[in-house]
């Protein structure tokens, strides 16, 4: 079913390239319905045929909850950058807040990760006493945007989320070979990060948005970041050290 896989993986992506080509709302809406459906039926069969797309179901919203970042970039097509950080601050505030009362509060922090109520689990246990890897992925987001170039923050954004969940599908199902112990990472689900931060660097190369030479730097670095062992959530490290190295090569050869 190589070809379901495929099609969950790689239609999102294809569809994000289109949409910068057509002519007019309705063909937009119409590629990404019938994409959406395509994308939609894919996922039930992998389903069905024992498809892990998460070790834990309770935390499955999380994954797919990663390539919303994408829409940071579409929503900077209709507003402004500042508004942008003003929405993307508010929610990473939000949640943030969250974490705080969490780990003050022994009673919510219990609600949370499922001790009182299974339902509610929201968080995996790794993440008991200590700043959620939700908000650090938030705090991905809202650095480049305050930061970075507005194309590198795109790279950044595309190698943190479409990078990330390729990574973590193709390390669940096909993950063997390990690389270091210590995070577990795996060679299988560091060649689908690469191959999907490559992706992206073509992507923003086709689209006359990003230098491919840079892009292909941006992506190379965020695959170390997200390989190599690290205190840092890869959360903040893949989009903080790639969008530094780009925008730095970017300011001092362009």
Sequence with gaps: HDEDFLAITMLPIIGAILAFYVRSYSELTLVLVLIGMISYESSKNLRREMFVVANDRSTLWRIFARPLAILVIFLGLFISRQNVLLIVGGVLFLFFLLDILRITIPRLEAVLHGNIWKDARLL???????????????????????????????????????????????????????????????????????????????????????????????????????????????????????????????????
């Excluded at 650095?143 to 950044?156: C, N, S």
């Excluded at 690389?179 to 660097?201: D, E, I, M, P, Y």
């Excluded at 670095?221 to 190295?245: F, H, K, R």
Aim: hydrophobic share 50%; net charge positive; charged share 15%.
């Design 124 to 254: 995996r246990e790794r993440e008991q006493g200590r700043i959620s890897s939700i908000t650090n992925f938030l705090l991905g987001i809202f650095l480049p945007l305050l930061f970075f170039h507005q194309h590198v923050t795109y790279a950044t954004l595309g190698f943190l989320s479409i990078g990330g969940v390729s990574a973590k599908i193709v390390e669940i199902n096909y993950g063997k070979t390990i690389l270091f112990r210590k995070n577990g990472k795996t060679l299988q689900g560091t060649l689908a990060f690469l191959s999907a931060c490559l992706s992206v660097a073509y992507f923003l190369w086709v689209a006359k948005l990003l230098s491919l030479w840079i892009g292909l730097v941006g992506a190379c670095v965020a695959t170390l970041a997200e390989m190599l062992p690290s205190q840092i959530d890869d959360n903040l490290s893949v989009p903080i050290v790639s969008g530094a190295i780009m925008e730095f090569v970017l300011r001092l050869f362009v």
